[in-house]
């Protein structure tokens, strides 16, 4: 319970930091250039559906995690804080929900979401492939609001010190982008894209850290989490 209590109290204040340099107007875009836009909405459809790499312990049912996610600065996103929790319903399937929320004066940003992760083998014998599939929603209230979609395969490799995960995830993101609050502006927009995930996972006083990367051409994307599982 301590350790659930740290996470939401450091949650509330990274959002609270963070809110200060992550919320823009979406008039401060710049609507002559269209990739402001697709960084900004290709780094709020990675957090709506962030998801924790490792499974459940064999001993343990729930899992609890924080993320903290960065961006570059053309998405106008510094820092993203995320909650996660999860639950194992058998050895090889577990379904997951997340959110977050934070505001800044008038603004404010909603994430909330679900998800399952499914490992193939047998039971005496665990593959060490793991399929995910996650949705979630993304609401900057009078800026953006997206609907996000991922699916993504990822292996983990055993080293003697280091469990390695190697990954690929295809996204697909839709929603709306209001231009400009003031006249009542909008604009649908909808992308694809893939990335390649980067990760490990460290051990620290029964306490997971998860440091991994997301990169595509034009996005690189780090996170960090701590998992606790019960």
């Known amino acids: 319970m301590r350790f659930t209590f740290c996470l939401i109290l450091a949650s509330l204040i990274f959002t609270e930091a ?16 269209p990739d ?8 709020a459809s990675i957090a709506s559906t962030v998801s924790s790499h490792i499974q459940i312990g064999n001993n ?8 903290l996610i960065s961006a570059n600065e053309s998405a106008n996103l510094n820092l993203i804080p995320v909650l996660l929790g999860s639950i194992k319903i058998s050895w090889n399937l577990a379904l997951t929900g997340r959110m977050s929320a934070f505001s800044n004066k008038n603004k404010a940003i909603n994430i909330y979401g679900w998800g399952l992760s499914y490992k193939t083998g047998r039971e005496d014998k665990i593959s060490p492939w793991t399929f ?10 009078n800026m953006i609001r997206s609907s996000s979609f991922s699916l993504s395969l990822s292996r983990n490799i055993y080293l003697k010190n280091f469990d390695i995960l190697l990954g690929f995830s295809s996204n697909n993101v839709k929603g709306i982008n209001y231009q400009d609050s003031q006249s009542i502006v909008s604009q649908n ?16 006083m029964g306490i ?19 998992q606790k599982e019960f």
Not at 20 to 33: E, R
Not at 60 to 67: D, E, S, V
Not at 189 to 204: E, Q, R, S, V, W
């Open 208 to 226: 997971k850290i998860l440091p991994s990367i997301n990169y595509n051409s034009n996005n690189f994307k780090m996170l960090i989490g701590l």
């Open 36 to 43: 402001e836009e697709k960084a900004y909405v290709k780094n």
């Open 60 to 67: 343990k049912n729930i899992g609890l995690a924080g993320f």
């Open 189 to 204: 927009f909808k992308y694809n894209f893939n990335t390649i995930i980067f990760g490990t996972t460290l051990d620290f």
């Open 132 to 141: 995910r599939a996650n949705s979630g929603i993304y609401r900057s209230f």
């Open 18 to 33: 963070s809110a200060l340099n992550t919320i823009q107007p979406i008039s401060m875009f710049n609507l002559n250039n």
